[in-house]
């Protein structure tokens, strides 16, 4: 059975990551040497919390996978369900909307859950995701879920 693996690239947050830790760094010297302007806090918390969000993403980028059967989404939510399962996967250039048949047989924790029901009910789609990949991978990952779609 095909197997697709399709990541973001890190380059994107990396270069984020890098600037925020930079301002952070030399915001938080400043406060070392004995500023203490509100604003000096403010530019060295907020970029400080924004690397720390950077970091775990760009360490575990968002990725759309097929292997052995099932199909997982590693977002902030995690996911997998049943490659069968999968009613539609559509990639406007843009945005990747998924649709499962049956949202129950999804495996993720409960906040996934609520952000893929509370998703279906606001824009008929339980994944909204923008998602940049090549026509190409799309073609991949509709390729390999065809296989495993049950007969009509």
């Known amino acids: ?9 890190r380059r994107g947050y ?9 301002v952070a760094c030399y915001n938080g010297y400043e ?5 203490d302007s509100t604003l000096v806090i ?11 969000i950077i970091l775990p993403i760009m360490l575990r980028p968002p990725q759309l996978r097929i292997e052995q059967g099932r199909f997982f989404v590693r ?14 996967l559509t990639f406007d250039g843009k945005l990747v909307r998924i649709v499962f048949h049956h949202s129950d047989k999804t495996t993720t924790d409960d906040m996934g ?3 893929i029901e509370k998703t279906f009910q606001k824009k008929g789609v339980h994944l909204e995701i923008q998602f940049p ?3 190409q991978q799309y073609g991949q990952l509709q390729d390999a879920l065809k296989t495993y779609q049950m007969p009509a």
């Open 42 to 52: 403010i530019f060295t918390v907020i970029p400080a919390l924004f690397a720390l």
């Open 113 to 115: 859950r609520s952000f």
């Open 75 to 88: 977002l902030p939510i995690q996911l997998s369900t049943p490659a069968d399962n999968v009613k539609s």
């Open 31 to 35: 406060l070392v040497r004995g500023s």
């Open 133 to 135: 990949m090549t026509p």
């Open 1 to 9: 059975m095909p197997s697709v693996v399709v990541t973001l690239p």
């Open 14 to 22: 990396l270069f984020s990551f890098i600037i925020n830790a930079a």
